[in-house]
C-alpha cells in the first residue's frame, strides 16, 4: 500500500489538491468502517502525501455523517505522522475577517458525538492527556509559512465545535461571542481527538468565511461560505503546498508517544479481537 508522511484532509471548498503528482485514488479498509472517501495519494513537493475530501466528493456528508475513526485510521494505515485539517469556520470575533486563517490551539466540544471520537472501548481503557489539543509544533510551523506566503493568518485561539447541520442560532452565536471564543466549526475536534489516539501530530487550518450571526447585518449562509471558501482554496493549497517539505523534517513530538501512559488495561488484558482491530495504533505496545 502507498505510504505517506503526511495527510490533509480537506473540508468545505478544498476537494483536490493541486501540484499533486503520481496521483492515485485508494480505498483503505478501517475496523471503523469506510472513510469519508478514497484517499488521494502522491507526491507534493516532492514528498509523499495522502489527501482525503472529509464531506466526499460531491460533498455528500453532513458533519455529524463523518466517521473521524475511519478517516484517521486510514491516514495512519497510510503511514501519517501528520496530518493538516482544514475547515471552514465562521468567525466570533470582530478582528477576524472573511478569507483570513485562523490557526486555533484550543476546542470546546458542544457536540453529542463523544463516543465516535476515540478507539478505546470494547476491553481497552485509555484517557490520553488533551490539554493541548493541537500539535504546537505543526501548528507553528504552518502558522509560520502562512505569513510568509503573505497570509493574513492569526495565532492562536479556541475553535468551538458544534454539531450542525444547521448554522447556530443568534443567541447561540451572541454567547460564544460574549465568551471570547474565536471561531465556529462543525467537524474538527472529532479528528484532532482520534488523531492524539493515534499519535498522529494533528493541526487545524481554520478558514473564516463568515461571522456566524452575532453581527446584526451580518448572517452567515450556504451562498456566502462557499463563495469565500472559492477565494479561500488557492491560498490554502499554497501553504500546504510550501509546508510540505518543512513538516517532513519536524523532529517527533509528544503527540507521537500519547499513549505511552494512557492505557490503564494491562496489556495481557487486552481482548484478542480489539488488540486486533487497533493493531495499526497499538502495534507498537504490544
Known amino acids: 500500500m502507498t505510504r505517506a508522511h503526511v495527510g490533509i484532509i480537506g473540508g468545505s471548498g478544498l476537494y483536490q489538491m493541486e501540484g499533486l503528482t503520481q496521483q492515485e485514488w485508494v480505498t483503505v ?49 497510510l503511514g501519517a505522522s501528520w496530518v493538516v485539517g482544514v475547515s471552514a469556520v465562521g468567525s466570533l470575533q470582530e478582528q477576524y475577517h472573511p478569507c483570513e486563517i485562523v490557526f486555533p490551539d484550543q476546542f470546546l466540544d458542544r457536540t453529542k458525538a463523544s463516543a465516535d471520537q476515540t478507539f478505546f472501548g470494547n476491553g481497552i481503557v485509555a484517557h490520553i492527556g488533551f490539554a493541548h489539543p493541537i500539535c504546537e509544533e505543526l501548528r507553528r510551523l504552518l502558522l509560520d509559512i502562512a505569513r510568509r506566503f503573505g497570509a493574513s493568518a492569526h495565532d492562536g485561539g479556541t475553535y468551538v465545535n458544534m454539531e450542525g447541520p444547521a448554522f447556530s442560532t443568534r443567541a447561540e452565536s451572541l454567547t460564544n461571542q460574549k465568551l471570547g471564543y474565536d471561531v465556529i466549526g462543525m467537524t474538527n475536534l472529532g479528528e484532532a481527538k482520534c488523531a492524539r489516539e493515534a499519535e498522529i501530530g494533528y493541526a487545524t487550518m481554520a478558514m473564516v468565511t463568515d461571522y456566524d450571526c452575532w453581527k446584526e447585518d451580518e448572517h452567515v449562509s450556504v451562498e456566502k461560505v462557499v463563495d469565500n471558501l472559492h477565494k479561500n482554496a488557492q491560498q490554502a493549497q499554497g501553504i500546504i503546498r510550501n509546508a510540505i517539505p518543512q513538516i517532513s523534517q519536524l523532529d517527533a513530538c509528544s503527540c507521537h508517544s500519547a499513549l505511552k501512559t494512557a492505557i490503564l488495561t494491562p496489556s495481557k488484558d487486552w481482548p484478542e479481537e480489539t488488540k486486533g482491530s487497533l493493531h495499526a495504533i497499538l502495534s507498537k505496545y504490544f
Open 29 to 77: 479498509d478501517t475496523p471503523f468502517g469506510r472513510p469519508s472517501d478514497q484517499l488521494l495519494t502522491g507526491e507534493l513537493a516532492g514528498e509523499p502525501v495522502a489527501f482525503l475530501p472529509r464531506h466526499s466528493r460531491g460533498h455528500r456528508l453532513l458533519p455529524s455523517e463523518l466517521n473521524h475513526r475511519a478517516n484517521i485510521y486510514a491516514m495512519k494505515k
